[in-house]
């Protein structure tokens, strides 16, 4: 490529870019536009994580609700571990590719996917199949393991984390669809919705040494919020989360929570999981700053079995 | 100008085998497999010897077949097999454009006494002592540990900058990777060296393979009874010198008919300059001269002496800015060993087998294998380490003992690797933040892959760190997660010898699976 191709078109790719953010505009999308939709929460049980989330979607009007024609979405699963599908450490992979053919389908231009995982980047996102998943529906896998890749935001609000280094794919995309998988964690007690945001940060060990459990709820707090909230809780580890040891910590419930409001998601994922909501410090917190609602009895659920 | 087959066969022969030999010390994804790096691998003399040496087995004696490679045809494997000696003919080219002077060579005596005194230095150390001096004068090793320590880095210099002009283009084919440098003193070595041999290439063709190098000595002695060699048609020499100035190991004595055979390496470049076809490569008649002693000179010991001090230490070390917690912690940690890599069986066996290559630290994934400082003691240098500050061993990985060349790490599949105990954990409790800072942590738990570091229950709802060293196989992802700067809370003390884990617990499920919304 000739030296004065590539500045055109650098600057043809910036100019593209910055339309799409102008014009897409990511608060135009949230958070109103909800009238249409009857639930704020679909939970399914029974069928594959693909078919449950199929039906699931409808229930909401389809992907379409959440996502305008031409915008860009990120996808962001769970790819924290260097294990096989099977171990249930990541987000099911056959899920995130049905969940990105159904945003291509409401006309998204573009789906990103990435995490900072915690092994060694490149090897998560091989062996957890999702990677291969994610370009199987024609997504943009993004690397997430370095530094390079992220930049500094303020958190108004917030009590512990004022700043904090963000991936650069969430800012410069319209759209943001959350797809953690449900697991036990040794420290938080449960991983889900909330926990799932310390993989589109940098630098995981300030939030561990500095109030872990407020640091989560306070990044709830930023502008950037997932629009939708798909927990996988197809294959859920029980017991010696988040990595897991062995098959045996796994166990089949067959079940997919889909919500707006990510406290409410994982308030009724605590259930299944059998923990007590006040053994876990971060989801009432993240309550009490307004991000949700713990009280789930109050809202309309759509509960569905396959 | 005339070509010489034999010459255009062994600069793309040779050319060849320097790119392989460059990719899989660069290869920062990992794509190469194994069997091909092994392969490559499997005819460099020194690690060969040493791979047969602890295995003794057939498929490990490739050492034997360059010394019949030898005997037939001469020192090719310099010209041919060597990393280093190829590395230096692209030297001397260099050179060459920069001053024509330098690719003018001209015959010069051989440091006969020098060159027989550091092989024999080096053999008697070695069978006597150690291996440390092969270490230091191995031709792969000093190859490798330039690829690793300066090659390296300018090819994640380059890919980042690539990556960041795709990354613009949203293809992200590419990724960035960090750029980080090892232990400073430990660079001192490889950039001495990095200059004896780079200007002594650059000026003096292959000066270094034919005074300093043991297997060139060694395979230059064998030389002298090969079968092929370069031979002179003294009806068609005309006498005109050109041969002579134009070999770059200036073993060609054109007065008296004479090539050095054991320090011709086979290069062909004088069959290709005679303008008279005088020089030709094929079986010659053994017409033995009286070979002239020489004293050498003591200039060029002095010479690299001088290089040996002065070194650049121009690479800074670029350690990650993680912000740290209020108050840091206070108690040191107390190692008491290193942690040496999986499939070394001991430090002592390392010891014994490894010639610091520095190959399993450049495929290493996570940057956790590091070239020792004094880590293992001065006779230890170079050699791999497991540093848990700066990485740690992923569970699912075995990378670095597949591609050893020496079998100074064994081979080990993963279900093995992974019950190899490479050290114990330590928890030292007055240093985590669940006590100093009263809030929740357990990164180290997290991380752990056996869970040999859990968690239990400690003031109201948080929960502190446990330790079961039975089940810790010392990967020393709890050390690396550790957020406690400047001593961390959690570290892996090195089994001298390596141990052999527990297996993890797998017993059955106890949990109800709900059939019904709970909610």
């Known amino acids: 490529m000739k030296r004065r191709d590539f500045l055109k078109k650098s600057a043809g790719a910036g100019l593209a870019a910055g339309a799409a953010f102008s014009l897409g505009g990511y608060d135009k999308v949230w958070p109103a536009e909800m009238a249409n939709a009857e639930y704020d929460m679909v939970a399914i049980m029974g069928g594959s994580p693909e078919a449950m989330f199929d039906l699931g979607i409808q229930e909401f009007g389809g992907m379409g609700t959440f996502i305008q024609k031409g915008q860009k979405v990120l996808v962001k699963p769970n790819i924290g571990w260097d294990v096989v599908p099977e171990y249930a450490a990541c987000t099911n992979p056959a899920l995130v590719t049905r969940v ?22 490149p090897s998560c996102y091989r062996t957890s199949g999702i990677e291969s998943a994610a370009k199987k529906a024609g997504a943009k896998v993004v690397p997430a393991h370095s530094e390079r890749y992220y930049q500094e935001v303020d958190i108004p609000g917030a009590l512990v984390l004022k700043k904090v280094k963000v991936h650069e794919v969430l800012l410069d995309t319209d759209v943001f669809i959350n797809v953690p998988i449900l697991k036990d964690h040794d420290t938080t007690r449960m991983t889900g919705c909330l926990k799932n945001m310390m993989g589109v940060i940098w630098d995981r060990r300030w939030w561990h040494s500095n109030n872990l ?52 998601a994982d308030t009724a994922a605590t259930k299944l999981l059998g923990v007590e909501l006040e053994k876990i410090e971060h989801i009432p917190l993240a309550a009490k700053m307004g991000l949700g609602t713990t009280n789930i009895e109050s809202l309309n659920i759509k509960r569905i079995q396959m | 100008m005339k070509k010489s087959f034999l010459r255009q066969f062994r600069i793309l022969f040779s050319t060849l085998i320097f790119i392989c030999f460059f990719l899989i010390f660069v290869d920062l994804q990992n794509i190469i497999p194994e069997k091909y790096i092994t392969a490559l691998l499997s005819l460099q003399f020194v690690p060969s010897i040493l791979e047969y040496i602890s295995l003794k087995t057939v498929l490990s004696a490739g050492f034997a077949v360059v010394i019949v490679l030898t005997l037939i045809t001469g020192r090719t494997y310099c010209s041919f097999l060597c990393p280093l000696g190829i590395g230096q003919d692209i030297f001397s080219r260099i050179g060459g454009r920069i001053r024509k002077k330098f690719r003018r060579y001209g015959y010069k005596k051989p440091f006969t006494v020098l060159r027989y005194s550091l092989l024999g230095i080096t053999l008697l150390v070695s069978v006597i002592w150690g291996i440390y001096m092969l270490t230091l004068l191995d031709p792969y090793s000093i190859f490798g540990r330039f690829m690793t320590f300066f090659a390296k880095p300018v ?26 440098a090892y232990h400073l003193q430990v660079y001192a070595i490889p950039a001495a060296f990095f200059l004896l041999i780079g200007i002594l290439s650059l000026t003096k063709g292959r000066l270094y393979c034919n005074t300093v190098c043991p297997v060139g000595t060694f395979l230059g002695f064998l030389s002298k009874f090969s079968l092929l060699r370069i031979r002179f048609d003294e009806n068609k020499c005309t006498k005109c010198g050109r041969c002579a100035v134009g070999c770059k190991s200036s073993c060609i004595d054109f007065l008296n008919y004479h090539v050095d ?35 050498g000179k003591r200039k060029f010991i002095a010479g690299s002496l001088a290089m040996l001090l002065g070194f650049p230490a121009s690479l800074k070390s670029q350690d990650r800015n993680v912000p740290v917690p209020g108050k840091g912690s206070t108690v040191k940690e107390n190692k008491t060993s290193p942690v040496c890599p999986p499939g070394a069986g001991s430090i002592a066996d390392l010891q014994k087998n490894c010639i610091a290559c520095s190959l399993c630290i450049t495929v290493c994934p996570t940057n956790v294998l590091q070239p020792a400082w004094l880590e293992y003691g001065v006779a230890g240098m170079m050699q791999p380490v497991m540093n848990y500050h700066k990485g740690f061993c992923n569970y699912n990985c075995n990378r670095c003992t597949e591609v050893c060349p020496t079998n100074a790490l064994r081979p080990l599949v ?80 090195g089994n001298p010898v390596h141990q052999v884990a527990k297996k993890p617990m797998d017993d059955e499920a106890d949990i109800e699976i709900p059939t019904e919304f709970p909610f």
């Open chain 1, 213 to 264: 459990d407020q640091c989560i709820a306070d990044y709830g707090l930023f502008e950037k919020k997932p629009v939708l909230h798909i927990l996988d809780c197809y294959n859920v580890m029980f017991r010696n989360g988040p990595r897991g040891v062995s098959r045996q910590d796994i166990v089949q419930m067959k079940s997919q929570i889909i919500a707006r409001d990510w406290v409410a």
């Open chain 2, 414 to 493: 993963l279900e093995a690797k992974r019950l190899t105990q490479l050290g114990k954990v330590n928890f030292i409790k007055d240093n985590c933040i669940v006590k100093t800072e009263k809030t929740a942590c357990g990164a180290c738990a997290e991380a752990c892959p056996t869970k040999a570091v859990y968690m239990v229950p400690y003031e109201g709802n948080l929960r502190i760190p446990e330790t079961n060293t039975e089940i810790c196989i010392g990967c020393g992802q709890c050390e690396y997660a550790c957020p406690v700067t400047p001593f961390k809370a959690i570290f892996v003390d």
């Open chain 2, 261 to 295: 055979v054991s320090r011709c390496v086979d290069c062909f470049n004088c069959i290709e300059i005679c303008p008279d076809n005088a020089l030709s490569y094929g079986i010659v008649h053994i017409r033995e001269k009286n070979t002239e002693t020489d004293e």
């Open chain 2, 155 to 180: 090819v994640v210099i380059i890919n980042n900058f690539l990556a960041a002009i795709l990354y613009r283009f949203d293809i992200y084919s590419l990724h960035h990777f960090p750029l980080t």
């Open chain 1, 100 to 121: 990105i053919e159904h945003v291509f389908r409401a006309g998204a231009k573009e789906v990103y996917v990435f995490d900072n995982s915690v092994d060694h980047g």
